[in-house]
Structures are given as C-alpha cells and as structure tokens.
T-cell receptor
Framework: LAKTTQPISMDSYEGQEVNITCSHN???????ITWYQQFPSQGPRFIIQ???TKVTNEVASLFIPADRKSSTLSLPRVSLSDTAVYYC?????????????FGTGTRLLVSP | DAGVIQSPRHEVTEMGQEVTLRCKPI?????LFWYRQTMMRGLELLIY????????DSGMPEDRFSAKMPNASFSTLKIQPSEPRDSAVYFC?????????????FGDGTRLSIL
C-alpha cells in the first residue's frame, strides 16, 4: 500500500502559484498518481493524473521526478474559488480500489 | 452528462430506523463506489462494484450495512438498524475502464444524521 503524506494546510493569495507536494516513498511500478479537489458540501472532483515526468491540463500541472517518490501539484495564479481540500492518491486500479486511499488531504486557503 | 445522482441529499432519522441511500451512476460506467466521509476518519471506501457485481466490501463497517446494484443504472446502500455513529456524508462515485486509473466521478453526497 503506497502511503501518501501531504501538508495538512497551506495558505496563499490570489494570483500566486501554489505548489502542493505529496510524498509516496513506497510507490509501486504500476501505480499512477492522481489528484482530486473537494469543495465543502460536494464530492471530490478529479484534477489530474500522471505516471512520470510532467502532465499539464487546463486546470493544473503535475510534476513527477524520475524516482517517482513524490509529486507536486501546481496551480497557476490561484483565485478565491481554488480554496478547497486537495487529495493525492497513489495506486493501480487493477490491484484493487481499496488501495486508492484518499488520506487527509491538504486544505488550501486562498485569501484576497 | 447528468453526472452521478444521489438521493436524498439530506436524511435525518432516529436510531434504530432503516436508512436507504440511492445512487444513479453515469451511463456507461462499469465501476460504482460507495464512500463515507467524517471529520474523524476522512473519506473511506466502503464497497465497490464492477459490472453490477460487488468486488470488495472489506470497507463496510459491519453487518448493519449492505449494498446492492440490481442493474447498471442503480445502486442502494442500506443501514439497518441505524446508529448515531453512522452519521456522516455518504458519497457514491462511478468510473469507466481504460488505461491507468480512470477518474472517479462523485455525486454530491447524502448527509445522514442519526438522532
């Protein structure tokens, strides 16, 4: 089971870039790294997923070093609406979803 | 795309009563998941189905909890009898198949309060 470690909380201001790092030292060869975002009173929402190197979509970028023991979610120019909890998940659905643990997540607060 | 639809959004009932939560997954998705979220324990996977068949129910807390998926477009999570410690937000999610971990699409949840 690839346990993940994230900061409990982070603070930022509008317009800044936010980087949230997740440690996953025991990541397995077939594991993917997936990030979700959760707003209050809503279910988590998929943000981005990667296996190695860098992945970018319209919302965020995901940086994964060669050893894959950590990953960094990068949110460019955050706004107040980016205030949410961000979860890092590591695993392979083919080995069972019970191993895709959400953990405690990182609570991001964006201020004006 | 209507997304995952859960009902009811809120449920308040007295302990000992039977509670039934409902979920309609996204059409075409092969996997359906039931999660429970509390402040103390975070988001926990209770059970998941693949093609309407329960695959892993090891997260179901005890025999009072049961889940069914009679067809590809409907699932229920039942608690009988309910207890105050079952109070939580229950989420249903669905996903398709493909390379890598297909994203799970979550509903807005059912906030359950057992008095």
């Amino acid at each position: 089971l690839a346990k993940t470690t994230q900061p409990i909380s982070m603070d930022s201001y509008e317009g800044q870039e936010v980087n949230i790092t997740c440690s996953h030292n025991n990541i397995a060869t077939n594991d993917y790294i997936t990030w979700y975002q959760q707003f209050p009173s809503q279910g988590p929402r998929f943000i981005i997923q990667g296996y190695k190197t860098k992945v970018t979509n319209e919302v965020a970028s995901l940086f994964i070093p060669a050893d894959r023991k950590s990953s960094t979610l990068s949110l460019p120019r955050v706004s107040l609406s980016d205030t949410a909890v961000y979860y890092c998940l590591v695993g392979d659905m083919n080995t069972g979803f019970q191993k895709l643990v959400f953990g405690t997540g990182t609570r991001l607060l964006v201020s004006p | 795309d209507a997304g995952v639809i859960q009902s009811p959004r809120h449920e308040v009932t007295e302990m000992g009563q039977e509670v039934t939560l409902r979920c309609k997954p996204i059409s075409g998705h092969d996997y359906l998941f039931w999660y429970r979220q509390t402040m103390m324990r975070g988001l926990e996977l209770l059970i998941y189905f693949n093609n309407n068949v329960p695959i892993d129910d090891s997260g179901m807390p005890e025999d009072r909890f049961s889940a069914k998926m009679p067809n590809a477009s409907f699932s229920t999570l039942k608690i009988q009898p309910s207890e105050p410690r079952d109070s939580a937000v229950y989420f249903c999610a669905s996903s398709g198949q493909g390379q890598g971990n297909q994203p799970q699409h979550f509903g807005d949840g059912t906030r359950l309060s057992i008095l």
